[in-house]
């Protein structure tokens, strides 16, 4: 099980977001929303920094305990 | 096509066996190239279940009086020869055999219904619908679900020349979950909403059918989630990147529409 809380934490230790806001979709369907701004994305594609998101939770994602976050992931 | 046997070939029994081997073989042809025409539940049930043996299955719903149909049934005959063995056609005047569409839940012609023997029941599957006689719609959904006629994963030495070719096919690929017009998931709903929205013509990949290709492609990839959506064989993304797309206006040219 994954909480808003963890999923926050992680994102902070790791992109060092100047905003970061996580929302629980449907936390029964694991489904989870996170909106990113961080000076890392400068000039990076929007693959690479969904990617980036994504690398961060690939456990959770592989093993299904998040079934989808949706990402907004953008430089100040 | 022609054979002459010079009658010194056999003796009377070899060659009355030889023709019956011949006539059956002749059967067998004419019969899976054939448009198979159901005008019974029972026939149709028959149907589905010779198509349970790995086949696929596309089922047109249609009436004598309906011009429409007649442009399916063209469509159809022409794929007859490229999915020989591969995909059943049949054909359902509506109008006659009440029981089937009721069986199938079709209420309109034309109606054409697709097939898949399911991996977990080895049954026909219900996967796709084309309602109406929207010919793309159709050729979409042939061509996504069937592939070519040859290129099934046993054609390629291993899961990640599989994967290669399947990302790298003409135009935009989508790797979804469910089809466009049965999707399993909202975010493959959703996807296929922008695409009709902005008239983006896609072929899509239901993972659903392989577990193999389900799991693959997200280490293929290093991408976690479906759908996924390519242009020569490069990944695109996801609903998210792809929904961000279109709204900053930039979806169909990275899609090159």
New interface residues.
Partial sequence: MVVVAEIEARIRSNLEPTSCEVTAISEEDRKYSVAIVSHIFEGMPLLKRHRMVNDLFKEELLSGDIHALTIVANPP | MVFFFPSFFFHNHDRELSCKKLSKAFIYIKKIHKMRSVSSLKEYSSLKEEAGNGLGLVVHFSASWCEPCKNVRSMLEGYLSQYNQKVLFAEVDADLVTDVCEAENVECVPFIAFFRTSLRERAQERVADVVGGKLDHLEMNLVSLYGNGHDTRESFPDLNEYLKYLTSRKGVVAFITGTPSRPRCG?TGRLVEIFYELGIKFIYYDVWASDEVCEGL?KYS????YPQVYVDGE????Y??CS??KESGELKAILKH
Avoid: A, H, M, V
């Fill in positions: 975010f997200k290093e991408w976690p989630t990944l695109i993304g996801g998210d990147i961000q797309l």
